[in-house]
């Protein structure tokens, strides 16, 4: 089993920042990816970043150059730095780990960004 737990949500006006953090636990060596996922209500969930083992590492267009993904494997942690935010990067995100077999979701934190 992995745990995850994903913090740093809040509310941030446009142009502002945030970093979210998503905290594993549990056999974390059988992760093979981490993901960012984010929802908006009565939308599907879209996929944001994604970082690898290796650390490589993709991005939705929508955020290139904003938002970068990253990890630290001493700390089992994965974080989302949000630059430059806009009105539409509101929504729920979640954290998302994908093992061999299965995939773990995180509770989801919300970022609301206001004008």
């Known amino acids: 089993q992995v745990q995850l737990v994903e913090s740093g949500g809040g509310l941030v006006q446009a142009g502002g920042s945030l970093r979210l953090s998503c905290a594993a636990s549990?056999?974390?060596?059988?992760?093979?990816?981490m993901e960012w996922r984010r929802q908006v209500l009565g939308e599907q969930r879209e996929l944001v970043a994604t970082?690898?083992?290796?650390?490589?590492?993709n991005y939705a267009d929508s955020v290139k150059g904003r938002f970068t993904i990253s990890r630290d494997n001493g700390k089992n942690t994965v974080y989302l730095q949000m630059n430059d935010l806009k009105l539409e990067d509101t929504a729920e995100y979640y954290c998302?780990?994908?093992?061999?077999?299965?995939?773990?979701w995180g509770q989801g934190t919300q970022v609301t960004v206001s004008s």
């Open positions: 549990g056999i974390i060596s059988r992760l093979n990816r």
């Open positions: 970082i690898a083992t290796g650390g490589s590492t």
């Open positions: 998302r780990a994908v093992a061999v077999l299965r995939d773990y």
